[in-house]
């Protein structure tokens, strides 16, 4: 037995912020929305996901950032995407290692987001 992958990540957002949550996933981030199953959804959040990627927000009525704990993206064109967040007024955070390209940001609720370059 061994776990191969991982299916989503799970992150809280707080009521009401499923516009701001699309704005920064599907329109920056380049996440396509997934419906979410209609007994899922009376719950409110949102879910994005690629081929490769899924990211699922959920709400929390109680809701504290995640600023340690965070999912690592890989992303090819690193620097494009930089440039996009960068526009849109999202503070990059750069941090480079002697064999990757890594910066940090937040989503609209503070959460800590890492994208690193695929391209090593």
């Given amino acids: 037995m061994k776990i ?6 799970q992150l809280a957002m ?3 912020g499923e516009d701001r949550a699309r704005a920064f996933y ?5 996440l396509g929305e997934k419906p979410k199953p209609p007994e899922l959804a009376v ?3 949102a879910w994005f996901e690629n081929d490769s990627v899924k990211i699922h927000l959920g709400i929390e009525s109680d809701f504290r950032s995640a600023r340690k704990a965070h999912p690592a993206l890989l992303v090819r064109d690193l620097p494009i995407l930089i440039e996009r967040l960068r526009a849109a007024g999202v503070d990059v955070l750069d941090h ?3 064999q990757y390209h890594r910066v940090y940001v937040s989503d609209p ?4 987001i890492e994208l690193i370059a695929e391209e090593l």
């Fill in 4 to 9: 191969t992958a991982i299916d989503h990540v």
């Fill in 14 to 16: 707080p009521v009401g």
């Fill in 26 to 30: 599907s329109g920056l981030l380049g």
């Fill in 43 to 45: 719950r409110g959040g």
């Fill in 96 to 98: 480079e290692l002697a």
């Fill in 109 to 112: 609720f503070n959460n800590r």
